[in-house]
């Protein structure tokens, strides 16, 4: 069984994921990683040659690729839920863990991540949170929501995780 991590941008997939990793025995994906390196260049990068349908075309590849695995922590792009295809291969092997702040936590991350983050460029705070609020239907289709809140370890997020998916 593999874990999956859902979650807008600046959740802490990516923390998370590795903090499961080391603490376990799953093996530490990343479908964001993936499609950069096959790909060669940055998901910003792709964003701006080719655009987001190229990008999300993609990035299915890599889902696919990764919910073949056994025994991996998945960490997703926060788009990955839009396409129900994604959602129903990474079902089928994993089960899927929804990281889930109030948009005033992703307000407060994204002050300092504006140069690594594909879609904020060029869009203004009030389209970032209308992303994120369009998004929340499908977010909401997981298996088990882990509220996000500033001052938590991405540690203490993984022990959660790593014990509800082992079912104690």
């Known amino acids: 069984m593999n874990i999956v991590l859902t979650g807008f941008m600046a959740t802490g997939k990516t923390e998370i994921s590795r903090a499961i990793a080391e603490m376990s025995q799953y093996k530490l994906v990343d479908t964001d990683d993936m499609v ?3 790909l060669g260049m940055s998901v910003n990068e792709i964003f701006e040659k080719y655009g987001e349908k190229y990008f999300r075309d993609a990035e299915r590849e890599a ?3 990764a919910a073949a695995m056994n025994n991996a922590v998945i960490a997703t792009g926060g788009g ?3 396409d129900k295809e994604n959602i129903k291969a990474l079902r089928e092997t994993g089960m899927i863990f929804n990281l889930s702040p109030d948009f005033s936590v992703i ?3 994204l002050e300092s991540a504006k140069k690594t983050r ?3 460029r060029k869009d203004s705070i009030d389209d ?3 992303r994120f609020n369009d998004r929340q239907p499908m977010y909401d289709d997981c298996d088990c929501k882990i509220k996000i809140i500033n001052g938590r370890t991405p540690r203490s997020y993984a022990i959660e995780i790593l014990k ?3 079912g104690k």
Do not use: D, N, Q
């Open 107 to 109: 307000r407060e991350r």
């Open 128 to 130: 970032i949170e209308k």
């Open 164 to 166: 509800i998916a082992s």
């Open 36 to 38: 950069t390196s096959k």
């Open 63 to 65: 889902v696919k690729e």
């Open 80 to 82: 990955v839920v839009m």
């Open 118 to 120: 594909p879609l904020l």
